[in-house]
């Protein structure tokens, strides 16, 4: 439209359905409206969420996608409008393998048992992914190996290397969700813009002159099938939803039974980098490491309980107990390393349960009752706590969630966080952590916009009483040392990450770790120092220490 201004103008309204389907979009622009119109299984029919057909009019003329889905509700089938028709294979753990048309195969992958792709095939050229950020890529054709490697600070990554010395680095710039809407060569000092929608579609001139592939989110975008591998799915940008149903749900959430929606349809607000669960401030984390073949033990804070499960994907489940203190659940998503079969589209499997302490076990089928009690361990019926029931969402994925439907009495007892033989409540642990990240965030406070922004700060309780202050990066400033008050004490080791700071200090001054909070989200780094030392992620930005 002439009224809009910036380098790439665009305006763009989305509608959507009270089931969260997206049902239209509608493009502006000086030539005329192109309209994007949707359509879904009829009301009362099979996967209500899985869009079937998009048919976009405008200026250009009428064309038409269309998209098929397997029993479980994997993308099988992509007929972009002018392109060949696409097929899509699954592995047995409901991963991307390969896409194919005209009967060559566009690409294939390959992952590792944490989920993360490791080989990328893609017509003659063969990518791994290695730790540290760095991809190495060789075509078969020519015997040509070319390599790039990404360097982060502060979650961020702010740069590219494509080959050696400084000539060869591109700085990103990366938006707040860890977009790169810019490059500046180091070589040349010119500067590269790219312009996305709110889901990470491309808009305006494309940039023919950007290194690397990372596009929404960081994430790795396939050139060949456009789709972004963002953690445990991939994202149709295009379409605005993922191509497979969520490992992940949160039932007592209406915003999540959309098993496909990205986000909650609300991009702008929020993210969802894992592909399980959107950041809203509910979820720390999703489940992001995978230990197949071991039981792990799951960790809820809402209830003190544990659950062991063999071949679990995830050992961090976040809890929702704030949002909804009455009506409690988790979901946890495995990758079983044990039985799977699929019968009629019916999936079946056998969880196993451990005790972690006296290495017991137990199996169960589809559906079962029982809740793991973390200090006396008996197993409690449904009948006193509640029901757990497997919905399974995809082949080699599993979703449990536990909804408490018993007695009231039990019901209250397990929303309160109960912890039988250890005294801790979910609602001392929400309050402590708050405290805690409150008092991060007075020490960021004082320092100037920069730094503000740059550092961060992190208070750390313990069980004797004391708290421990500590920044990242640098000993804290003059005016942060100015806050500090009667029983905390400063800790000292400059260039560490403000957590880590925080846990040295307190094992230096011979004290336990109870919770900390930082004045910004822990990074992941931090995340698995915290965890390695026995902590539990309780949010973006706080942890606890349950164990006794």
Not at 130 to 153: H, I, M, N, V
Not at 461 to 483: C, H, K, M
């Amino acid at each position: 439209m002439a009224s809009l201004g910036g380098a790439a103008p665009y305006w763009t309204d989305y509608t959507y359905d009270a089931a969260a389907n997206r049902t239209a979009t509608t493009s502006h622009a000086g030539t005329g409206d192109t309209t994007a119109t949707y359509v879904y299984p009829a009301t009362g029919s099979a996967q209500p969420h899985a869009v079937t057909s998009v048919t976009a009019s405008g200026p250009a003329g009428v064309s038409t996608s269309s998209f098929g889905y397997d029993a479980i509700g994997n993308t099988t089938s992509r007929q972009v409008a002018g392109q060949a028709a696409q097929s899509v294979v699954w592995d047995a753990e409901g991963k991307l393998a390969s896409v194919t048309a005209a009967g060559s195969t566009l690409e294939s992958n390959l992952y590792a048992a944490d989920g993360s792709r490791i080989i990328r095939r893609a017509g003659t050229k063969v990518t791994a992914y290695l730790p540290g950020g760095q991809e190495l890529t060789l075509d078969t054709a020519t015997g040509t190996l070319s390599g790039l490697r990404y360097y982060s600070f502060a979650g961020r990554t702010i740069a590219v290397r494509n080959g050696p010395g400084l000539p060869a680095v591109t700085t990103l710039i990366p938006d707040s969700q860890g977009t790169a809407l810019a490059s500046i060569a180091n070589s040349t000092d010119a500067l590269t813009r790219r312009y996305a929608d709110p889901f990470g579609a491309p808009r305006g001139t494309a940039a023919t002159a950007w290194v690397g592939d990372h596009g929404f989110l960081d994430k790795a975008t396939d050139a060949v099938t456009g789709l972004t591998q963002v953690g445990a799915r991939y994202l149709d940008t295009t379409l605005g939803r993922f191509i497979s149903v969520d490992p992940l749900m949160d039932l007592t959430d209406p915003q999540q039974w959309n098993a496909y929606a990205y986000s909650n349809n609300n991009p702008t607000t929020w993210s969802d980098p894992t592909g399980l669960a959107p950041m809203t401030g509910d979820w720390a984390r999703g489940p992001s490491r995978y230990t197949p073949s071991r039981p792990v033990s799951v960790l809820s804070w809402l209830n003190g309980y544990r659950k062991g499960v063999w071949g679990v994907a995830a050992d961090t489940v976040r809890g929702i107990w704030a949002k909804n203190p009455g009506s409690q659940m988790f979901t946890l998503a495995t990758n079983p390393s044990r039985y799977w079969q699929q019968n009629g589209g019916a999936l079946v499997d056998w969880v196993r349960r451990q005790d972690s302490w006296s290495g017991a076990r137990s199996s169960a089928g589809a559906q079962w009752n029982g809740w793991w009690a973390t200090t006396k361990r008996p197993w409690l019926t449904g009948d006193s706590l509640g029901q757990a029931e497997q919905i399974g969402t995809g082949v080699g994925t599993v979703t449990l969630a536990l909804l408490p439907i018993g007695e009231a009495g039990a019901a209250a007892r397990l929303a309160a966080g109960a912890r039988t033989g250890e005294g801790i409540a979910a609602g001392t642990v929400a309050a402590d952590t708050a405290g805690l990240e409150a008092r991060a965030s007075a020490l960021q406070g004082v320092l100037d916009p920069i730094a503000r922004n740059s550092r961060t700060a992190a208070a750390l309780g313990t069980r004797e009483g004391q708290t421990v202050l500590a920044g990242g990066g640098r000993d804290l400033s003059p005016l942060q040392r100015a806050l500090v008050q009667e029983g905390e004490i400063l800790a000292r080791e400059p260039g560490a990450h403000a957590e880590v700071t925080a846990m040295n200090g307190a094992r230096s001054a011979g004290l336990t770790p109870q919770g900390i909070g930082a004045s910004r989200p822990i990074c992941p780094a931090c995340q698995g120092f915290l965890e390695e030392s026995g902590a539990t992620m309780t949010s973006p930005t706080t942890a606890w220490w349950f164990g006794g």
